[in-house]
């Protein structure tokens, strides 16, 4: 994909020609938001404007169709681009996105377009273990409603988070191929909270749960689980083990909840001891 990239590096045309198709097109609207990123990162926000507008009226096609996940991730992406270009720190630009995606999720962009009544009697029609369950939330006086609308949004809004940091890894990555060989390797490799940021996400996570933004609480924790992955990258090469150990890693990380939660005990516990650094100096 970097002749890709290359070609796109081009003119603004190219890559907002590129942009456009991409988003365009059902299911690759993650390459034009790559695309997008890619130009904000070498180029600048301002630059990059008319490549994002072109990425941006297609899959405002899309929203107003129904589906708002290729704008959202447009938009979460460009974001986080001007950040990490500005900033040069994966933390500060992950914790923007996360409030950033939550934002979208507490105000209801993801949310079913005709609501969730009829999503619950489907659910409800389809097993009698979770209409008996569904019954249980609304003695206990919640509002079933609203709960499945939150809890639809929220899994909407974790993907979309998701896909935007994807995109933007893959957008520095190419963006390191095309004008520092190596770089991003070693960034990511090296991608790590500081106790600052750290502190940054307890306290937004604190404040979600007292004033009642589940959003927040839910997506907060993003960051700490990326740069959790980022460790094991970093383990992975500093050690020199075979790339079918990330293939392992993944296949778990997917498929299993303890991976995740070891994965963010993880990036904690490096914020404060920095592992690679040690077995770096072990070595």
């Given at each position: ?8 590096m081009r ?98 962009i993801f ?149 995740i939660l ?22």
């Amino acid at each position: 994909m970097l002749a890709l990239a290359r070609w796109l590096m081009r003119g603004t045309p190219y890559a907002a020609g590129g942009a456009a198709l991409a988003s365009f097109v059902p299911w690759l609207f993650w390459l034009g938001a790559a695309i997008s990123a890619l130009v904000t990162l070498r180029r600048g926000f301002a630059s990059a404007l008319p490549v994002t507008i072109a990425a941006a009226l297609p899959a405002g096609m899309w929203w107003v169709q129904g589906d708002v996940i290729p704008l959202a991730s447009i938009l979460l992406v460009t974001l986080m681009a001007v950040v990490l270009r500005e900033r040069m720190r994966w933390g500060e630009a992950l914790i923007l996105g996360s409030i950033a995606a939550a934002v979208m999720v507490q105000i209801g962009i993801f949310s079913p377009p005709a609501g969730t009544e009829q999503m619950l009697e489907q659910l409800r029609q389809s097993s009698q273990e979770i209409d008996q369950m569904l019954n249980e939330f609304a003695n206990q006086g919640y509002d079933t409603q609203r709960l499945a609308g939150l809890v639809v949004g929220g899994v909407t809004g974790f993907v979309v988070l998701l896909a935007a940091v994807a995109c933007l890894a893959l957008a520095r990555s190419w963006q390191a191929g095309l004008y520092n060989p190596g770089g991003f390797r070693a960034e990511f490799h090296g991608l790590r909270l500081t106790p600052k940021e750290l502190i940054l996400l307890v306290v937004l996570s604190v404040i979600s749960m007292v004033l009642g933004i589940s959003a927040l609480a839910m997506l907060a924790w993003i960051p700490l689980l990326v740069a959790g992955i980022a460790l094991v990258h970093g383990i992975v090469g500093i050690k020199g083990m075979n790339g079918l150990w990330l293939v392992a890693f993944y296949v778990l990380l997917i498929t299993t909840w303890p991976t995740i939660l070891i994965v963010l005990l993880l990036g904690l516990i490096d914020t404060f001891a920095n592992i690679r650094a040690r077995l770096a100096r072990s070595n």
